[in-house]
């Protein structure tokens, strides 16, 4: 029996509206009534996600749970309450922001409460348009020193000149990070050791659930963690190949198909 569902949101649970079908939200709303702990995981941070929250009814509950910023919080929503937490050093984040300054990327740098966005674009205004977050028109970064922050991205819409990047980094800079690919746009840093995969294991220990009664549901290579971690990986049918490739099943919709009720349907119900 699964007790414990870790899901990506974008391109997994969301449409591209960025909604949770209503077909979705009932099977989760039934599987839940079984005792399944249904828990969003995801790039993002949790106030950047209370739509998703709401659609879920899961906003400022008890025993409702997130994992935020690829694995580097793992909240209860109620509070919000952070039950564990992996912050990235400030000299790894300015290293960070100072090297991406080179290349033609946005830039995100992320707070528990916020998200601070960089050299950003056209077409990356028009995608941050419903996900709250602070428009920066400086270099400026020093107020970070003092604050805790999690994470940090690069957005190009060309995913190979992202690759390219990440291979011209320098050894001492890649060698302290996690890096991964999310939504064909973005390049993902978190510090060394930090995953969805490891959150997915924090937040089970805590609920005193197995591993072997989980799941991990994810489209993109920020999900490959939970993917290895989980008792039962699964892949959307819009997965990269990569994902499909570790998990052990992949779902015939896709994210514009309510992918998630037909996993909940064929595994939980």
């Known amino acids: 029996m699964y007790r414990l569902i870790a899901c990506d949101l974008d391109e997994t649970l969301l449409d591209k509206s960025r909604h949770v079908s209503k077909r979705t939200q009932e099977t989760i709303k039934m599987a ?38 690829n694995g580097g919080v793992v909240v209860e929503n109620h509070g919000p309450t952070i039950i564990k937490d992996f912050p990235m050093p400030f000299e790894i984040l300015a290293q960070l922001f100072e090297f991406g300054s080179n290349y033609d990327v946005a830039i995100h740098l992320y707070t528990f409460d916020q998200t601070y966005v960089y050299h950003s674009n056209p077409e990356e205004d028009a995608y941050l348009t419903t996900i709250p977050h602070e428009k920066r028109l400086d270099d400026e970064i020093s107020f970070l020193k003092d604050q805790v922050c ?27 990070l996690e890096i991964s690919y999310s939504s064909n746009r973005y390049i993902e840093f978190n510090p060394k050791g930090v995953s969805k995969g490891v959150a997915l294991q924090t937040l089970a220990d805590h ?14 290579t920020n999900d490959l963690a939970m993917i290895h ?20 099943h992949t779902t015939i919709a896709d994210h514009e198909q309510s992918v998630v009720a ?8």
């Open 229 to 248: 971690a989980a008792e039962l990986g699964i892949a959307v049918a819009n997965a990269v190949p990569a994902v499909k490739e570790a998990a052990q």
């Open 262 to 269: 037909e996993v909940i349907e064929t595994f939980i119900l």
């Open 207 to 220: 609920l005193e659930i197995p591993m072997k009664e989980t799941i991990a549901i994810g489209d993109n």
């Open 150 to 176: 999690y994470k940090a991205l690069f957005q190009n819409l060309d995913r190979s000149y992202l690759e390219r990047l990440e291979q011209e980094m320098p050894k001492p800079l890649h060698d302290v």
């Open 32 to 69: 839940e009534a079984q005792g399944l702990v249904f828990a969003p995981a995801t790039g993002r941070g949790f106030y950047s996600i209370k739509q998703t929250l709401e659609e879920l009814d899961a906003a400022n509950k008890k025993n409702h749970y997130m994992i935020g910023f």
